[in-house]
DNA sequence: TTCCAGTTGA
DNA sequence: TCAACGGGAA
């Protein structure tokens, strides 16, 4: 390809508004997401854990296998010889680390709650999330799942979708962490738990949709009209002021 | 063959 | 900060 240079977009104070527009905007354009779909909130628990850096079509073959294999319950889990684990999620990959992970949530579980999700859940959130991060194999991401759509707590879940999005956008900054992103929603959309769940839950169908890591759809993106205008892109020698870096991309292609 | 998506441990 | 962890889809 001839020289490009894309520059990040125009950083722009993220607000209230503009977070509700956007909401807005992909709840209109998808419609409710109905998210998470799990039968019950174990299971809920199990697939943020499957889901780590794994599609969702592949835990869903996962959860199946183990559904079938009589394992969706806590001491089913705890009982189970590891390898027995290890071969139903195999589809969802990373199947020896998930598989300890697994087992590692059940003990947590018995352990510190009884098997109850009552008093698990019953404790602030705050307290909750710190218990859970201190499970192997739970980090932020999967920990804010289970608050959020296990737990219903009002936490806004960040993950690669989130941040693509909003960075493109340029409502944080591209290399912003986990904490710093999330901070930034809790900021501007009101903390509801119906919200956080359903714009997670849009975030991730505009991310697999439109704004993928290659290639992103920006010309037919709802979220097109918000982008902003991008830095000055150099193309093929030609500085010009173009829309977008994305939308430049998405023409160079 | 490359690409995608969280967490750990060094 | 970065390799390792694994599979399925593009």
Known sequence: METMRAIAPEPRPATSETLATYYGTLLQHFGPQHWWPARTRLEVIVGAILTQNTSWRNVEVAVARLRRAGLLQHRALLNAPLSRLESCIR????????????????????????????????????????????????GPE????????????????????????????????????????????????????????????????TGKTYCRPQQPRCSSCPLRPFLPVAGPVLVA????????????AEEAE
């Open 142 to 205: 999967t920990a804010d799942s289970v608050l959020l759509y296990a737990g219903k707590f009002p936490i806004f879940v960040v993950d690669a979708y989130t941040r693509r999005i909003l960075s493109r956008h340029g409502l944080v900054p591209p290399d912003a962490d986990y904490a710093t992103t999330q901070a930034m929603v809790h900021q501007h959309l009101k903390p509801e738990t119906k919200v956080y769940n359903e714009f997670h839950a849009l975030l991730v169908e």
């Open 237 to 248: 020698g030609s500085l010009a002021n173009s829309p977008a870096w994305a939308l430049a």
């Open 91 to 138: 589809p969802a990959g990373y199947y020896r680390q998930k598989a300890r992970t697994l087992k590692a949530f059940a003990s947590f579980f018995e352990d510190q709650f009884g098997g109850s999700f009552h008093r698990l859940f019953h404790l602030p959130m705050g307290e909750c999330r710190a218990r859970l991060l201190s499970i192997k194999g739970f």
